[in-house]
């Protein structure tokens, strides 16, 4: 069913799919914008990349396919859509929700291989989303990114290398997660968390962390592991590469630098 009611903006009723298909549905109703409630899934599909992608009608999703694993871009742009099932959420769930800026309920993801952008732009998210308790070099890049009221943040599984921006304009955030030790890229991580008090222990083998917590204006206190001086290549001199504006219009928090000098 890859592409089936593509841009069949008009469409108002809801298919029926055969129970028993297995398949894909990418793209199947790309750009619907007409359409309100999706269908009942086959529990056979197992790809639904860009699925129901730019339906900005939606409110309603019934289920989701046991056997499914790509989630990408599945309702990215889905800005009517408020709830969807709590579980059974896993594998590539990049941009799954991104730009659902009315989506507000409990997301249970059991495994990813990808959170790029998931969340992105989710504004009415209050509700924590449960990650899974274990990853291998996962990437959650702006997984989070301007989920403005997103209060409380989830637990971050060990196993996650990159969080390039991913709680960057959460201004509701109070509290940081604790970070595993295999996260190597923070950068902007924190951008604008302006209700952020205490920073989290950043790992000592994080080497990119320049701009993490720009613009956190309630920050208070802060350690920051230290790594060796570089040289700049095209001036000579030392510096830290990376670590660049780390508290750029933040008033000066209680920080400790500790680790290599």
Same mark, same amino acid.
């Given at each position: 069913?890859?592409?089936?009611?593509?841009?069949?903006?008009?469409?108002?009723?809801?298919?029926?799919?055969?129970?028993?298909?297995?398949?894909? /549905?990418?793209? %199947? !109703?790309?750009? @619907?914008?007409? +359409?309100? #409630?999706?269908? =009942?899934? *086959?529990? &056979?599909?197992?790809? $639904?990349?860009?699925?129901?992608?730019?339906?900005?009608?939606?409110?309603?999703?019934?289920?989701?396919?046991?056997?499914?694993?790509?989630?990408?871009?599945?309702?990215?742009?889905?800005?009517?859509?408020?709830?969807?099932?709590?579980?059974?959420?896993?594998?590539?769930?990049?941009?799954?929700?991104?730009?659902?800026?009315?989506?507000?309920?409990?997301?249970?993801?059991?495994?990813?291989?990808?959170?790029?952008?998931?969340?992105?732009?989710?504004?009415?998210?209050?509700?924590?989303?449960?990650?899974?308790?274990?990853?291998?070099?996962?990437? /959650?890049?702006? %997984? !989070?990114?301007? @989920?403005?009221? +997103?209060? #409380?943040?989830? =637990?971050? *599984?060990? &196993?996650?290398?990159? $969080?390039?921006?991913?709680?960057?304009?959460?201004?509701?955030?109070?509290?940081?997660?604790?970070?595993?030790?295999?996260?190597?890229?923070?950068?902007?991580?924190?951008?604008?968390?302006?209700?952020?008090?205490?920073?989290?222990?950043?790992?000592?083998?994080?080497?990119?962390?320049?701009?993490?917590?720009?613009?956190?204006?309630?920050?208070?206190?802060?350690?920051?592991?230290?790594?060796?001086?570089?040289?700049?290549?095209?001036?000579?001199?030392?510096?830290?590469?990376?670590?660049?504006?780390?508290?750029?219009?933040?008033?000066?928090?209680?920080?400790?630098?500790?680790?290599?000098?």
């Amino acid at each position: 069913f890859d592409s089936t009611f593509q841009g069949c903006s008009s469409l108002t009723y809801t298919p029926i799919f055969p129970s028993n298909y297995t398949g894909t /549905m990418k793209k %199947c !109703f790309y750009g @619907c914008k007409s +359409l309100t #409630t999706a269908p =009942v899934i *086959p529990n &056979g599909v197992n790809d $639904m990349g860009g699925a129901f992608q730019g339906c900005t009608a939606l409110t309603t999703v019934p289920n989701i396919p046991s056997a499914c694993t790509n989630y990408n871009s599945t309702f990215y742009g889905c800005t009517s859509l408020v709830t969807v099932p709590s579980d059974g959420w896993k594998g590539n769930m990049g941009s799954t929700f991104n730009q659902c800026d009315k989506l507000n309920c409990q997301i249970n993801i059991e495994s990813a291989t990808n959170l790029h952008y998931t969340f992105y732009k989710c504004y009415a998210l209050a509700y924590t989303p449960s990650l899974p308790s274990k990853a291998t070099n996962l990437e /959650m890049v702006s %997984c !989070f990114q301007n @989920c403005s009221s +997103l209060v #409380t943040p989830p =637990v971050i *599984p060990e &196993g996650v290398t990159n $969080m390039n921006s991913t709680f960057n304009g959460c201004y509701k955030l109070t509290q940081a997660p604790t970070i595993p030790n295999s996260v190597t890229n923070m950068g902007y991580c924190f951008y604008d968390c302006t209700s952020l008090t205490t920073a989290p222990k950043i790992p000592s083998n994080c080497r990119v962390i320049n701009n993490i917590f720009h613009n956190c204006t309630s920050l208070k206190t802060a350690t920051i592991p230290l790594t060796k001086m570089g040289v700049n290549p095209n001036t000579g001199d030392n510096y830290l590469p990376y670590y660049q504006n780390v508290f750029f219009n933040t008033p000066t928090p209680d920080i400790t630098w500790e680790g290599e000098r």
